[in-house]
């Protein structure tokens, strides 16, 4: 049974905005940091951003620097990323996944893959005319 389930992928015009959802289907995922990546076939899994346990701290890569925002609704247990000002290369595949010993413990989070314990199945986005 995966432990995180994303949404909210779909076709969206250069320009426009999408909501991802990342909603953990155990409690213990609020206990997590929480990161959001992105793979376009034949290419490397991108981290995008992360957030801490706490929700105090989040990062971001330079190309999702001021487009990107990530949060967390610890009532809701799920972590979004809002996505404005979308272009074509932002088409790709978009997964979450848990951190269960972050850095820095509830203060802290990485953008590295390789960190990450466990992964969602993946939301598609489309940025096309």
């Known amino acids: 049974q995966l432990r995180l389930v994303e949404s909210g992928g779909g076709l969206v015009q250069p320009g426009g905005s999408l909501r991802l959802s990342c909603k953990g289907t155990?409690?213990?995922?609020?206990?997590?940091?929480i990161g959001w990546f992105r793979q376009v076939p034949g290419k490397e899994r991108e981290g995008i951003a992360c957030?801490?346990?706490?929700?105090?701290?989040?990062d971001y890569v330079d190309s999702a620097k001021g487009r990107f925002t990530i949060f967390r609704d610890i009532a809701a247990n799920t972590v979004y990323l809002q996505m404005n000002s979308l272009k074509p290369e932002d088409t790709a595949i978009y997964y979450c996944a848990g951190d269960v010993n972050p850095p820095h413990w509830s203060t802290g989070c990485s953008t590295l893959e390789l960190r990450y314990d466990y992964w969602g199945q993946g939301t598609q986005v489309t940025v096309a005319l």
């Open positions: 155990e409690p213990s995922s609020n206990d997590d940091a």
């Open positions: 957030i801490s346990r706490n929700g105090m701290t989040l």
